[in-house]
C-alpha cells in the first residue's frame, strides 16, 4: 500500500486506480470520495450494464478495508444482511453476522428487495449499529454503504420510501458511455476484465482523514446559504414534498470534504454548488401538477440556486 501525504494524493490515487477499471464517469469517482470523508452513504441509479456495481466494486477495494456485497432480491429477508443468533441444543447460543458487518457494503439492486428488508438498513445507515433479538452490535468503522438501483418502475422493484433514501446523503446517476468512452471499454476489455487494483488507503488513513474533513471551518454565511437553499425548496410551489434537515447536513458535510479534498480548510458557496443537485435530488418529490408538465428536482434545484443570493465569503 501506498504512503499519502495530503488530501489530493489521496484523491488522485483512488480515483486513479478506479479509472484501471471504470472508464469515464469521473463526477461518480470524485463524489464517492466526498461521501466517504462526509460519513455518508451513496445511492447511484441507472440503467443496467452502465456500471454501477462495477465502480463501487472497484472504489471499494482502492480504500481497503472490508468489503461486502449483497445482491438484492425478492425473498431476501433482514436477517440475510444483519445477521441471526444460532442456537443450539445445549441452550447456547452465538451470534452470526451478516455481510452488513464491513467497512464498505456494496448493496447491489437495492429495490429488488422488499420493503421489510429495505427497512433494516435504516438503523445500520443512521446510527452504525443493529439491534438483533433486543441486542445491539456495533459495526465497522469506517463504514460506507454504495447502494445501486434501476429506475422506478422498473420490472420487479420496490420503490425505495422518501425515509430510505433520506438517509443517502448523496444520489448519482449513472448513464451510458459516449462514443469515445465506450470504445476505451472495448480496446482495453481484457485489461478491465482482469484488473489490478491495489489498495491506496487503509481503514485507520480513512478515519484520520475524516476527522481532519471535519475540521473545515464553516462560516456563518455558509450555513445560512445551506439554509436559504432548503426553506426556498421546501416552499416551491412545483414540489409536494421539500429536503429534510437531513438534506442540508448533507450539504454542509459533503463541502466540507470537497473543501479538504481542494487543499482548503474552508467553504465557500461554489462547494455549496456543486453538491446541490446531487444531495437534494432524491430527497424532493414533484407536484402531481408539475410533473405532468415534465418538470424536474434538477429543473427546480438550478432555478433555486440561480435565485438565492450567494454570500461573500
Known amino acids: ?38 460519513q ?39 436477517a440475510d444482511m444483519l445477521g441471526f443468533y444460532f442456537y443450539r441444543p445445549d441452550s447456547s447460543s452465538q ?13 447491489d439492486e437495492l429495490n429488488r428487495l422488499t420493503p421489510r428488508a429495505q427497512s433494516a438498513m435504516l438503523e445500520a445507515m443512521q446510527e452504525m449499529q443493529v439491534t438483533i433479538e433486543l441486542e445491539t452490535h456495533r459495526l465497522e468503522e469506517p463504514f460506507l454503504v454504495v447502494a445501486a438501483e434501476l429506475p422506478r418502475g422498473g420490472a420487479g422493484t420496490s420503490p ?23 470504445d476505451l471499454v472495448l480496446t482495453n476489455i481484457d485489461e478491465i476484465l482482469i ?21 473545515v471551518h464553516v462560516a456563518d454565511s455558509i450555513r445560512g446559504y445551506i439554509i436559504d437553499i432548503c426553506d426556498r425548496l421546501r416552499q416551491h410551489p412545483d414540489l409536494s414534498l421539500g429536503p429534510s434537515t437531513r438534506g442540508s447536513i448533507a450539504l454542509l458535510r459533503g463541502a466540507r470534504a470537497i473543501a479538504f479534498m ?10 455549496i454548488k456543486e453538491l446541490a443537485i ?33 454570500p461573500t465569503v
Open 1 to 38: 500500500m501506498e504512503t499519502l501525504h495530503n488530501p489530493q494524493e489521496m484523491a488522485s490515487g483512488i480515483i486513479t486506480e478506479v479509472s484501471k477499471v471504470v472508464v469515464g464517469k469521473d463526477s461518480i469517482k470524485k463524489l464517492l470520495l466526498v461521501a466517504l470523508l462526509g
Open 40 to 78: 455518508g452513504h451513496v445511492l447511484i441509479e441507472g440503467l443496467p450494464g452502465t456500471g454501477k456495481t462495477t465502480v463501487a466494486r472497484t472504489f471499494a477495494q482502492a480504500i481497503g478495508g472490508k468489503f461486502k456485497r449483497i445482491q438484492g432480491t425478492p425473498d431476501m429477508l433482514p
Open 95 to 107: 451470534f452470526m453476522p451478516g455481510p452488513i458487518f464491513a467497512n464498505v457494503v456494496l448493496i
Open 160 to 182: 425505495l420510501t422518501e425515509v430510505q433514501t433520506d438517509r443517502f446523503m448523496l444520489r448519482l446517476w449513472s448513464g451510458f458511455p459516449d462514443r469515445e468512452e465506450e
Open 195 to 215: 484488473p489490478h487494483i491495489s489498495t491506496v488507503v487503509s481503514s485507520s488513513d480513512i478515519l484520520k482523514l475524516q476527522e481532519q474533513a471535519r475540521a
Open 262 to 271: 481542494d487543499g482548503r480548510d474552508f467553504v465557500i458557496p461554489d462547494d
Open 278 to 310: 446531487p444531495a437534494l435530488h432524491h430527497r424532493l418529490r414533484i407536484s402531481a401538477e408539475a410533473e405532468m408538465e415534465n418538470v424536474t428536482p434538477d429543473n427546480i434545484i438550478e432555478k433555486v440556486l440561480a435565485e438565492v443570493p450567494v
